[in-house]
């Protein structure tokens, strides 16, 4: 009777451990983050496209990264949603992750876009934010230059006329 009883609260935890099963699987909605473009400067926008599931078709759902503020995920119909970011201008250059927030649960997903750097110019005019006063020394001098040349060139011209 002992065994009968073993038995039984056995085959009762089975049978639990069964039906509880698919209810314990790992959570697999969202399967993908795509980004337009992939490459984008600090400052400017990007559409962000969730697929693979309906999880963040749902009202509430948001999705955010260290690049940008949590946005509100908009619904495309069918199994996608989409939402349109700026990128803060502080942004450092990278590759950046991003995190989907649907249905109470979290998923990131690595290296979605990259925000690129700004461009060194060197000792161009992008160093300064106009003539320095070098600039106008150099300038005057050749203007000045210009003017001396002109006028001995017109002078000698004028003299040769006469002759």
Partial sequence: MRTTR??????????????AAP???A???????T??????????????TVGGGDACTMAGSTISSNAFPTTN?????????????RINSNADPGSYNVTTHCEGKRKTFNSVFTVLGGVRGGIGGS?????????????GGLVTAALVGGGVFWMRRRSENRI
Avoid: E, F, K, Y
């Avoid at 959570?27 to 983050?33: E, T």
């Avoid at 995920?73 to 970011?85: E, F, H, I, N």
């Avoid at 300064?128 to 150099?138: F, K, M, N, Q, R």
């Fill in 35 to 48: 980004a337009a473009p992939n490459a984008v400067a600090r400052g400017g926008r990007l559409v962000l």
């Fill in 127 to 139: 160093s300064s934010s106009g003539a320095t006063t070098t600039d106008v020394a150099i300038g």
């Fill in 6 to 19: 073993v038995l039984a609260a056995a085959a009762a935890a089975v049978a639990l451990v069964g039906v």
């Fill in 73 to 85: 995920l908009t619904s495309m119909g069918g199994t996608s949603a989409t939402a349109t970011v």
């Fill in 27 to 33: 959570w697999d909605q969202p399967s993908s983050v």
């Fill in 23 to 25: 209810t314990a699987t």
